[in-house]
């Protein structure tokens, strides 16, 4: 089985995130959920932290001491008497496949048999870290304490419990002046410091936005605080418009490149400063930023005086610009002068992985749409497997009537809408109405299928403001083109 994204209308890299590894060689284990898998973290071995009073139905578990690697991990944890329901540290060493998994119940888990998967896992007690087992979201902010600092090799290899590409992009337009730029990379230095840069910590980089953006210097420039300290006192103030949204763009597209250093599967994460209001449209910008998986924080700083209002082209420009209007992903302060109590705050949001690994925030106002293989070949063990992935992923959104919406084809030769965006509005009933898909059996034609839903599941959403993707589920055989209608799935709403 394998899944493939394609995004009808923007931001696909932000759900294909989800099936990435989330790993960390470090020694603190990594805060997981109550429904992640063991597929979800490809390590040989890792420490993982799972929170307590998960509901049972984010337990789905395939096995007994040796789980298929779709089982829950913490799910496998308890059900192997690793941790009980309260949670806890758990260790998991990954294994091969295997021809079948039994089912057992076990510390009032029940699991499910399953016949040949890919690879599996098992779990033993983990050693108990220091962080505590929480619900979802996890900071795992640790700024060092600056003056505490010693010469220890810690400071060469910095804070291992911040790894992020960052990019800031600071205002250099004339709105702001010479005199605030200087306080603001002022804040900027005492950002990067307490940060923690090192080797194995957070790596930045400096855009300056003006009339036309330039980068400053780039993630593999400099690994240590003190170069950063030191080059953006170098920055010189350039002047003009502000042209924020053109630098946005610039940044996710030119300085997000493995040549200029982002390192793989550590979150890119673009620190926008405005000083006012930006010139140009920065929504747009915040779309494509996203798009490339770079995640958008805008800290602005001053708002415009009500004379200065006429001018702004959008006064709800911070909330457009970020992924969700919740409040994670900006920021603001009143002005330049005092800043100092502002930097600890934005070194946590910046350092908060939980969030950043596209956070629920950033894939709530999304149009799902299924496309599940129902053709011969997959067979009906296979095909309730399918079934039970697609539950997994649904589950993890807010499915309502202004959130995140869910629909279903099935497809053989021939195409059955299931459920469409707008027959079902809770996540219980879409769930129960994906459980209840009866497997249709015949022929393959991928490239029809995603035809047909393009134009019978997302047409009627041409309206909606949500943004749309198709996850299509099957056992990767076709007998059509597939390229040709997923380009043009790709460009419909464009
Ligand atoms: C599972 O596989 C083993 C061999 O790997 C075999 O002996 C056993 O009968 C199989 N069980 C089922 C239920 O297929
Ligand atoms: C950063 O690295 C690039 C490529 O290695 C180099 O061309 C550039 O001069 C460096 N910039 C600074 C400010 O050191």
Redesign the pocket.
């Known amino acids: 089985m394998s899944a493939a994204w394609i995004p009808v209308l923007g931001l696909g890299v932000c759900l294909l995130l989800l099936l990435e590894p989330v790993g960390s060689e470090g020694a603190v284990p990594i805060a997981i959920t109550c429904s992640t898998r063991g597929l979800d973290i490809r390590k040989e071995k890792v420490d993982v932290l799972c929170p307590g009073g998960c509901p049972l139905e984010e337990f789905s578990v395939f096995g007994n001491i040796v789980y298929a690697s779709v089982s829950s991990i913490c799910g496998a944890a308890v059900h192997r008497g690793v941790i009980s329901h309260s949670g806890g540290p758990v260790r998991v060493y990954s294994l091969p496949g295997r021809e079948n998994y039994s089912s057992v119940d076990a510390n009032g888990i029940q699991s499910q048999t399953l016949s040949r998967w890919s690879a599996s896992f098992t779990v033993t007690k983990g050693k108990s870290g220091t962080q505590e087992a929480t619900g979802l979201s996890v900071s795992t902010a640790r700024p060092p304490t600056g003056k505490r600092q010693k010469k220890t090799p810690e400071k060469k290899t910095g804070n291992k419990d911040c790894k992020a590409d960052i990019a800031f992009l600071i205002d250099g337009s004339f709105n702001i002046g010479q005199r605030r730029f200087n306080l603001q990379k002022n804040f900027v230095g005492k950002v990067a410091l307490m940060l923690g840069i090192g080797t194995e910590g957070p790596h930045v980089g400096l855009v300056q936005a003006s009339e036309h953006p330039k980068i400053?210097?780039?993630l593999?420039?400099f690994t240590s605080a003190k170069d950063v300290l030191f080059?953006i006192k170098e920055v010189g103030f350039r002047g003009g418009n502000s042209n924020t949204g053109k630098a946005l763009k610039h940044t996710a597209q030119k300085f997000f490149t493995s040549d200029a250093g982002v390192r793989k599967g550590i979150p890119k994460v673009v620190v926008v400063f405005i000083d006012g209001w930006p010139s140009d449209d920065i929504e747009e910008a915040g779309i494509v930023a996203r798009e490339f998986g770079v995640n958008v924080f805008i800290v602005s700083v001053a708002k415009p005086i009500p004379e200065e209002l006429g001018m702004v082209q959008d006064v709800a420009f911070v909330d457009k610009a970020v992924c969700r209007s919740n409040g994670f992903f900006s920021y603001h302060m009143p002005s330049w002068f005092g800043t100092t109590k502002y930097v600890k705050p934005l070194v946590q949001k910046l350092c908060s992985h939980e969030q950043m690994m596209c956070s629920k925030t950033c894939y709530n106002s999304v149009n799902i749409a299924f496309l599940i293989d129902g053709s011969s070949s997959v067979g009906d063990s296979n095909f309730r497997l399918m079934l039970e992935f697609v539950s997994n992923i649904a589950k993890a959104f807010e499915i309502s009537d202004i959130g995140a919406k869910i629909a279903a084809v099935q497809f053989t030769y021939d195409q059955r809408t299931e459920f469409s965006f707008t027959d079902y509005n809770t996540k219980e009933n879409v769930l129960a109405v994906i459980r209840n898909i009866r497997y249709m059996s015949g022929g393959t034609a991928t490239g029809d299928a995603i035809s047909f839903t393009v134009r019978n599941v997302f047409g009627p959403m041409r309206d909606s403001p949500n943004k749309n993707f198709l996850v299509i589920v099957t056992d990767g055989q076709s007998y059509d083109d597939v390229r040709g209608p997923a380009a043009a799935a790709h460009d419909a709403a464009k």
Request: net charge neutral; hydrophobic share 35%; charged share 35%.
């Open positions: 400053e210097f780039y593999k420039n080059a």
